[in-house]
């Protein structure tokens, strides 16, 4: 059984920045997607960006492109997610997730799941 667990949010100023990382454990995950997710209180998990096997393929949310970069480091078998230019609608707790799906994976195909960091952006 597979693991994921997040780590690197904490409180930063607006404009600033922060590497979250994400490492797996129990399996191998160097043949998944790998995506960010995050959930800001009251709101709907949304996505952030995701990453293909190979970092290849990238795709990220609107909000965040040009501002957040995704890559893997599949020999370590974690997944980074390299945020600046931070904002406060930026705070939310981050999740990472991993998809056995061969294309771009929709949020309901992620089959594994970390509990998330925190991350919150002051003004």
């Known amino acids: 059984q597979g693991q994921l667990v997040e780590s690197g949010g904490g409180l930063v100023q607006a404009g600033g920045s922060l590497r979250l990382s994400c490492a797996a454990s129990?399996?191998?995950?160097?043949?998944?997607?790998m995506g960010w997710f995050r959930q800001a209180p009251g709101k709907e998990r949304e996505f952030v960006a995701t990453?293909?096997?190979?970092?290849?393929?990238?795709v990220y949310a609107d909000s965040v492109k040009g501002r957040f970069t995704v890559a893997r480091d599949n020999a370590k078998n974690t997944v980074y997610l390299q945020m600046s230019s931070l904002k406060p609608e930026d705070t939310a707790v981050y999740y990472c997730a991993a998809s056995g799906r061969f294309e771009t994976p929709t949020m309901d195909e992620y089959d594994y799941w970390g509990q998330g960091t925190q991350v919150t952006v002051s003004s």
């Open positions: 129990g399996r191998t995950f160097s043949t998944y997607y």
């Open positions: 990453i293909s096997w190979s970092g290849g393929r990238t």
